[in-house]
């Protein structure tokens, strides 16, 4: 959105890269500013622009020096030394060290913290000097920069000055409405569900590639109304465009669609623990059973899906990750096939002809997802399942999630690693408190051979041996349906016609790299 003046205007005619304010809308809204509370793509994509890590991805994905400058292994593989950028301040003034490292550990991997995971392998953070620290591991972890690239720093003085040691993802504190980052951007306002707003940080250690003096995020949960909205100039950047609506705005001169592939996979999770029904996890059992979880692969229709919802802007899945991710089991590329008979005769096997199921849905996180549960729950019909649908927007999806109040449910995965291990951490190992494992696994998915692997994967430097491996697991996932994955997520942007941007498959939005003509 352009608001100029006349002599901003003239200078910027004088000055093809002017400085020039940016109004971006997207349909989640940041559940919270606080970077350790909720490990989201909306958060931690936004956050990006206000906070930093050790490490950072590039415009290609690449893993690049960021809050550190350089990095290596400790040992015969025992952990990694990290010597720290000097000279770096936060938002607020407070100089950056080892310090706010060592703080950002315990608070990230806290048990109160959504991101307690990325640490799994960690046995502690130690502090060398002011500017090094050494990340000891439990076994050799040679991909362990790469999964701490969203791991973003606080301020330790701020935190505790400000009564935020800790996160807090259900009741808030300070940080979630307050930022103090040492990223190129720094939070001016923030209203929840209304508008957020982001000022350069003149202090900024990196060097300036954007002309931005203000950028201003608003939520619009509604595709179409963000879409007029665009058409309008009221905003310069919608995502997403809706897929029905492509070809249409290719054809108009004033904006401009942007279109990639995301590394996000769009699956159906179940609740699979023993005794859900009695314990008020869900309203039945049957997914308990693997043939009524493989009845499910059979009875949707992926193709049909994408190609009358997604308009042919999807690739169909057949595993936790996409063929462009490190890891990716290409012995188990084929996806289950639509067989609805056959669902029908697993349905019967199992005695489940008739179950009420629930099928827990978001609307406003992934691209369609109502729309592709309610082709699901049709599909599901037919076959012989009553399924309820119940589909909401995200900030009270993930707490339905929590809180087991599902049978069924739709998840879209994007692995921050850009590696097939994350998923199984993430999604496929047992859940377990302790070691900081499984936490997105709200159903409950258990194989002791998964679990078994998982540390050999995270530890194995031979390329092929790593891969026979996530090839095992891809199996075993496949073999019991531990999850069904639908489909490959498509990335559609708009722009104005004069903003030029980076389009990442992660979906991160980052204003360092927007410049407005």
Known sequence: MKRLTTAALLGALALPVAAEEFTFAVTTDPQTMDPHAVNSAPVLGFLNNVYEGLVRRGKDMTIEPALATSWETIGDGAGWRFKLREGVTFHDGSEFNADDVIFSYQRASDENSDTRSWFAPVSEVVKVDDYTVDVMTTAPNPIFPDSIANWMIMDSGWAEANDTALPDKEAGNYATLNANGTGAFRVTAREPGLRTVLEPFEGWWGETEHNLTRAELVPIQNPATALAALLSGDVDFINPVPIQDVARLQGNPDV??????????????????????????????????????????????????????????????????????????????????????????????????????????????????????????????????????????????????????????????????????????????????????????????????????????????????????????????????????????????????????????????????????
Not at 398 to 423: C, I, K, Q, V
Not at 453 to 458: A, F, R, T, V
Not at 478 to 487: F, G, H, R, S, T
């Open 256 to 517: 401009k669609v942007i279109q990639g592939i995301e590394a996000r996979v769009i699956m159906l999770g179940f609740d699979q623990q023993e005794g859900a029904s009695e314990t008020g996890q869900g309203g039945t059992d049957v997914f308990g059973d693997v043939r009524v979880r493989e009845a499910v692969a059979k009875a949707v229709n992926v193709p049909a899906i994408l190609q009358t919802i997604m308009r042919g802007n999807a690739e169909v899945a057949s595993q936790l990750v996409s063929p462009a991710m490190r890891g990716y089991s290409a012995a188990n590329a084929d996806p289950y096939a639509y067989d609805p008979e056959g669902a029908k005769a697993l349905l019967a096997e199992a005695g489940a002809e008739g179950a009420e199921v629930s099928f827990k849905c978001s609307n406003n996180r992934y691209l369609n997802d109502e729309s592709v549960c309610q082709a699901i729950t049709a599909m599901l019909t037919q076959v012989g399942l009553n399924v309820t649908l119940d589909a909401m927007p995200v900030q009270n999806y993930w707490p339905e999630l929590r809180a087991d109040n599902f049978d069924m449910y739709l998840l879209g995965w994007s692995p921050g690693t850009f590696d097939a291990e994350h998923p199984v951490r993430f999604l496929a190992s047992t859940p377990n408190e302790e070691k900081k494992l499984g936490s997105w696994n709200f159903g409950g998915y258990s194989n002791a051979r998964v679990d078994e692997l998982l540390p050999l994967i995270q530890s194995e430097i031979d390329e092929p041996t790593r891969q026979a491996m996530l090839d095992e697991v891809a199996g075993i996932l496949q073999d019991e349906v531990a999850y069904v994955p639908l489909y490959v997520q498509p990335l559609v942007w708009g722009a104005r016609s004069n903003i030029e941007l980076t389009q990442r498959p992660d979906n991160f939005f980052l204003l360092r790299w927007v410049t407005v003509n």
